[in-house]
């Protein structure tokens, strides 16, 4: 069983940064693929950015390139989303996501573990 917690999100204005963290609870942390999605009201969740288990690989959704990054530090089981030069169309409660199957392959749908989500709100 995989349990995820997220924190970090918050109140931030336009171009400003926050950092959310993810906390895994799962023993395979170190082989399992981890993602942060988002959904903002009245939208559809959506991928905002995974990185490899080995992190060797991250991929990122175009609106965020450039501006987020994402981290893994497998000897204390948590993964990072640091972000950047804020927006409004940021604004969304943000998800850690983990890979349904450990040392799986590297992608943006394999994931079947979510966390409870953390509300980050940027103000024009």
């Known amino acids: 069983q995989v349990q995820l917690v997220e924190s970090g999100g918050g109140l931030v204005q336009t171009g400003g940064s926050l950092r959310l963290s993810c906390a895994a609870s799962?023993?395979?942390?170190?082989?399992?693929?981890m993602g942060w999605f988002r959904q903002a009201p009245g939208k559809e969740r959506e991928f905002v950015g995974a990185?490899?288990?080995?992190?060797?690989?991250?991929d990122y959704a175009d609106s965020v390139k450039g501006r987020f990054t994402i981290s893994r530090d497998n000897a204390k089981n948590m993964v990072y989303l640091d972000m950047n030069n804020l927006k409004p169309e940021d604004t969304a409660v943000y998800y850690c996501?983990?890979?349904?199957?450990?040392?799986?392959?590297?992608?943006?749908?394999?994931?079947?573990?979510w966390g409870q989500g953390t509300q980050v709100t940027v103000s024009s």
């Open positions: 996501a983990a890979d349904k199957n450990v040392l799986g392959r590297f992608g943006r749908t394999n994931f079947d573990y």
């Open positions: 799962v023993r395979t942390f170190s082989i399992l693929n």
């Open positions: 990185i490899s288990f080995n992190r060797g690989l991250t």
